[in-house]
């Protein structure tokens, strides 16, 4: 990857349960881009859930499986990609983000975080936990977000709320500050 590269990818960042792939899909065809979910892109190509590829070979392997997901896809152009919640855990996966794109972050309060995971049948079946114990969700999402929140606002060039936005606002808002943001 050489650094003059044009920014021109926009990658959408941010806890699980935010609106990622969401808002991912709903931006790509308003930008008629294409649209990668990077956790589903890690599923096809190790062609089982998220949960069982942790749960077989550990979250080391995962982070590794996710680095190199996003070392190929920052070599594409014209993408709307969803990252996985853990991208930012890796100093080198944050330093291609910036690089090649437009980080946005989704951010929504714990409690709506919550919510929705709770409502989210692939919690349970394919997102695992994030904690080694069996620590209630409630804890372990402000566990995490406690610790991730720094790294998700030095990521960020910008942070939108997505607890009480509709859809056609968030996707407005992220057009407008990319549209502002491309060389001439």
């Known amino acids: 990857m050489t650094s003059n590269r044009t920014q021109n990818n926009i990658y959408l960042i941010g806890y699980r349960a935010t609106g990622k792939t969401v808002v991912g899909k709903a931006l ?10 990077a956790d589903q892109y890690i ?29 190929e896809l920052s070599n594409q152009d014209n993408l ?6 853990g991208v930012v855990l890796d100093p080198q ?13 989704l951010d929504a309060s714990p409690d709506t975080i919550i919510a929705r995971m709770q409502n989210d049948p692939q919690t349970k079946t394919q997102r695992p ?22 790294l ?11 607890t009480d936005t509709d859809m056609n606002t968030i996707c407005r808002r992220i057009i407008h500050f990319f549209e502002t943001r491309l060389p001439p």
């Open 43 to 71: 599923e096809q190509a190790a062609q089982m859930p998220i949960s069982e590829i942790v749960s077989r070979f550990g979250w080391d392997e995962f982070r590794r499986s996710e680095s190199a997901v996003i070392a």
């Open 93 to 105: 996966n944050v330093n291609i983000l910036k690089q090649t794109g437009i980080v946005v972050w």
């Open 28 to 37: 790509a065809r308003k930008l008629n881009r294409r649209f990668i979910d």
């Open 152 to 162: 998700y606002d030095q990521t960020a060039h910008i942070r939108i709320d997505t």
């Open 80 to 85: 709307v990609v969803a990252t996985g919640g």
């Open 129 to 150: 936990s994030l904690s080694t114990t069996t620590t209630p969700l409630a804890d372990e999402v402000i566990d995490t977000l406690t610790h991730r929140l720094p």
